[in-house]
Nanobody
Framework: VQLQASGGGLVQPGGSLRLSCAVS????????IGWFRQAPGKEREAVSC???????RYVDSVKGRFTISRDLAKNAVYLQMNSLRPDDTARYYC????????????????????WGQGTLVTVSS
């Protein structure tokens, strides 16, 4: 199983980025996928996830700004990030859930057993 995150970069506050997570080794209709982020000096936190049957979940801080989606044909998951803020600056990781479902609750890490290498998002003027 491999996950490859891409799409990070430098963006001004209020701007947008679209992150991609290319998945190999399993199909998205069998397991959930989560997006996490880790800012410098902070713990890794869940941001969003999508279940095997396309149910999306978001933490409160990104609701209304981020959208998770997937392309079954490409076996890829995306995170569209709009209205970016400086506190969104972090390395973003995608991860595969061990289960059909997914979670973004505190301690969610334990649900996920495969991780991508991360992509850096910097929001700054």
């Amino acid at each position: 199983v491999q996950l490859q995150a891409s799409g990070g970069g430098l963006v001004q506050p209020g701007g947008s980025l679209r992150l991609s997570c290319a998945v190999s080794g399993f199909t998205l209709d069998s397991n959930g996928i989560g997006w996490f982020r880790q800012a410098p000096g902070k713990e890794r936190e869940a941001v969003s996830c999508i279940t095997n049957d396309d149910t999306a979940r978001y933490v409160d801080s990104v609701k209304g700004r981020f959208t998770i989606s997937r392309d079954l044909a490409k076996n890829a998951v995306y995170l569209q990030m709009n209205s970016l803020r400086p506190d969104d600056t972090a390395r973003y990781y995608c991860a595969a859930s061990q289960y059909r479902g997914c979670t973004i609750l505190l301690g969610a890490d334990v649900w996920y057993n495969y991780w991508g290498q991360g992509t850096l998002v910097t929001v700054s003027s």
